[in-house]
C-alpha cells in the first residue's frame, strides 16, 4: 500500500462490503443487486445455492430474507488484494437471527471474494461464502418486533 490509490480503493471496497450488509438489513432489494456486476455469481454451498447475475441474485436475496423473522449481519475487515482493476479479498462475517419456522442460527463465517472496478465504482464479481461455526441453540435474547408470543 504505497499510493493514494490503493488507500482509496481499500476504502472503497470496505464500503462495498459494509453496503451489501447494510442493504440487506435495510430490505433494500434493488441496492443490493446493483452492489454485483451484471455477471456476478453469488455462491452459498451450505444451502446449494449458487445465484448468476442481478436479477437472480435479487428475487433469491429477497426470497431468502423473507424466511427470517429477524436477522443481523455484521461484516468485519479482511485482506483485500489489488491487482489494477481487480481485487480479491475475504471478508469476517457474525450473523444471527430466528426463522419464522422457530429455529435459530447464530454463525461466524468467511466471504471469498473477488472484486472488480467499474464506472459506478468496486463490485462484486464473486462472493463466495463459507460458514466456519454454526450454533442452533435457541438465542437467549429477543427483537421486539419479533419476540416469541
Request: a negative charge; proline letters at 5%.
Amino acid at each position: 500500500m504505497t499510493d493514494l490509490q490503493d488507500v482509496a480503493d481499500r476504502v472503497d471496497i470496505e464500503a462495498l462490503r459494509a453496503e451489501f450488509s447494510d442493504a440487506s438489513l435495510m430490505h433494500d432489494w434493488d441496492r443490493f443487486a446493483s452492489l454485483f456486476t451484471p455477471d456476478a455469481v453469488w455462491a452459498m454451498p451450505h444451502i446449494d445455492v449458487e445465484l448468476v447475475g442481478r436479477e437472480e441474485i435479487r428475487t433469491e436475496v429477497e426470497r431468502l430474507r423473507g424466511t427470517w423473522a429477524f436477522f443481523v449481519q455484521t461484516v468485519h475487515p479482511g485482506v483485500i488484494l489489488l491487482d489494477g482493476d481487480a481485487a480479491t479479498g475475504r471478508a469476517y462475517v457474525a450473523e444471527f437471527g430466528r426463522f419464522r419456522d422457530g429455529r435459530y442460527l447464530l454463525n461466524y463465517s468467511i466471504y471469498h471474494d473477488r472484486y472488480r472496478r467499474t464506472p459506478d465504482g468496486w463490485r462484486f464479481v464473486e462472493r463466495r461464502y463459507e460458514i466456519r461455526y454454526v450454533d442452533t441453540t435457541p438465542l437467549t435474547g429477543s427483537a421486539p418486533e419479533a419476540a416469541p408470543a
